[in-house]
């Protein structure tokens, strides 16, 4: 595995964990306002990119 896909698993990981940590902040209900939303959409966002890099790296 490349370097450059190994980075990619760790940010996607990281990226993932500030999901996790909105979900926290916003339970029970998990009713987002809008800057949480807008916060949410340019993390997975970033997550994509890293999916991408993955599959670049380890599927073509």
């Known amino acids: 595995m490349s370097k450059r896909a190994v980075d990619a ?8 964990s500030d ?3 909105l979900l926290r902040e916003t339970t029970p209900g ?3 306002d809008e800057a949480q939303k807008a916060r ?9 990119r890293q999916v ?5 790296e380890l599927i073509r």
């Open 30 to 32: 998990h009713d987002l």
């Open 9 to 16: 698993v760790f940010q996607a990981l990281f990226l993932l």
């Open 52 to 56: 991408a890099i993955l599959e670049e």
């Open 19 to 21: 999901v996790r940590f």
């Open 40 to 48: 949410a959409a340019t993390t997975l966002d970033k997550v994509k």
